[in-house]
């Protein structure tokens, strides 16, 4: 992994350098920009004799979100010093908190619709993405997706994400240019390792909804008994810096609903081997299709836990239920 990354990192490293070297002669007290300036210089060369991104101590490969965070980090975790590793905590912690707060409101109401999510990181913080915007004319735009990586790099991708679909839903733009134009800006802002599968859908008080499923997982749209599959139409946002996007258009039913998830849910595995799979998910919304979101994604996650025998996901879990009231 550090491999793919290193020519964007030694770039970074390379104009980080330029900047501290101007700035070093630009005061006569500069000796913390110098030392900066001796660690840039010093990453730089452990590229040059293949070194780069291994821990001084072990020699086993440093994490890759922290050195993405940090490109000159030299220890893994496990050789951080006892304050540090109290900082790396503590950060952690923080990363935690305001990504909770980046959330949607979970009275999210709109005209039309009731809604419902469940928002679990498999460990302090997540890269899946979960969120509800109004438009001006009081539809909804919804978002669930997730973004590639693991950590505190794969939070910060989120809240990328979720600045940058707050900033194109205000300009009013058809789904498919919204979506090419959030692509574009994540495809040229972030490392090209880096990018997220989505669905983006727009839900009008009428009942028509247009969805967009960008190399995601397939929506379930639950009629009654029947769940019908809203499959992939595209590439992960961010693949490409030109890419476009097919919208489906649907009439959506009083008492229909659009079931979104993560692979948290789909992938997960039970004591054999067996992964749970969206065909038994299928079958469980078509049972209980007469719930509420709330109720729908309770019942999923209860039978998730009863499939894993009780023990949490292995990875982020996010569920979304959008309902057309009665």
Known sequence: MVAVIEPVLRG????RREKLHAAAHS???ATDLRRLL????????????????LCDLCHEPVETDRLIANPLTRLCIGHLSE??????????ELASQIQKELLPRRDYKVDGWDIAYY????GLVSGDYCDLISAPDESLYFMLGDVS?????????????????HTLTSIDLPLDRLLERASRVFCESTLPTHYASLICGRAKTNGELEICNAGHLPALLVQGSDVARIESSGLPLGIFCSERFTVEKLEIQKSETIFLYTDGLSETRDSFGNEYGIERLSHLLGKNSGLSPASMIEASIRDLSLFGNGHAPADDLTIMAIQRRQ
């Not at 928002?119 to 498999?122: D, E, F, L």
């Open 119 to 122: 928002y679990r990181p498999a």
């Open 12 to 15: 970074q490293l390379i104009e």
């Open 38 to 53: 001796d660690e840039v210089d010093l990453a730089l060369k452990r590229m040059d004799d293949g070194t780069y991104g």
């Open 83 to 92: 304050p540090e590793q109290r900082e790396l905590e503590d950060d952690l």
């Open 27 to 29: 005061f006569h007290e």
């Open 149 to 165: 990586g693991k950590g505190v790099a794969a939070s910060m991708l989120m809240a990328h994400l979720q600045a940058l679909f």
